[in-house]
């Protein structure tokens, strides 16, 4: 059973970089069987995915977001991360990591979420 | 991208009512969605994939129907503890994935 926990700062501040990380046990990160994906919730609105990544390294983003984001994944770790440049209020969220098979399963595996808030 | 459309936005209901929320996708999706249930402060939780398959543990009063670009999600006889946000999501493009809005279940 796949257990998904993200850490990183709770406050960012606008025009910097948000940077999270996803730590993952009970499965192998390296597993040809799941992409990773990134997801998150401004207070009060709908899921939006930002992005995936599969254990070879090929990356998929959300087309609102490309230019700003990054996912990498560090195998030694066990993790993979999120950074998102040039934040405001806007980015203010709920960021959740998340995984699903391959062969367009859907996401069955996510983390419990951590609020990021852009502040001065 | 492939745009996800919910409604009802919001549903209030009695306890063992039907309710139905409907999705419909801007394009055929096949049968690629999948059906989330969201409750305050929690992350979402897997109901129903492949636009009918039952999720493990899900109670059986959920169901899920549809193909191609519209698709539902019953809930035969609503209890308390079903309520909840409910989300419905596309794979078809597994590259771009795409929520619903959402719609809130509420019990009367």
């Known amino acids: 059973q796949l257990q998904l926990q993200e850490s990183g700062p709770g406050l960012v501040k606008p025009s910097e970089t948000l940077s999270l990380t996803c730590a993952v046990s009970?499965?192998?990160?390296?597993?040809?069987?799941?992409?990773w994906a990134w997801i998150r919730q401004p207070p009060g609105k709908a899921l939006e995915w930002i992005g995936s990544i599969y254990y070879s390294g090929t990356t998929y983003y959300n087309l609102s977001l490309k230019s700003r984001v990054t996912i990498s994944m560090d195998t030694s770790r066990r993790q993979f991360s999120l950074k998102l440049t040039s934040v405001t209020a806007t980015d203010t969220a709920v960021y959740y990591c998340a995984s699903n098979g391959v062969g367009k399963r859907p996401l069955d595996y996510w983390g419990q979420g951590t609020l990021v808030t852009v502040s001065s | 991208d492939i745009q996800m459309t919910q409604s009802p936005s919001s549903v209030s209901a009695s306890v063992g009512d039907r309710v139905i929320i409907t999705c419909r996708a801007s394009?055929?999706?096949?049968?690629?969605l999948a059906w989330y249930q969201q409750k305050p402060g929690k992350a979402p939780k897997l109901l129903i994939y492949t636009a009918s398959s039952l999720e493990s543990g899900v109670p059986t009063r959920f169901s899920g129907s549809g193909s191609g670009t519209d698709f539902t999600l019953t809930i035969s006889s609503l209890q308390p503890e079903d309520s909840a946000t409910y989300y419905c999501?596309?794979?078809?493009?597994?590259?771009?994935?795409?929520f619903g809005g959402g719609t809130k279940v509420e019990i009367k």
């Open positions: 394009q055929n999706i096949d049968f690629w």
């Open positions: 009970g499965g192998s990160i390296t597993s040809s069987s799941y992409y």
């Open positions: 999501q596309q794979s078809s493009s597994f590259a771009a994935l795409t």
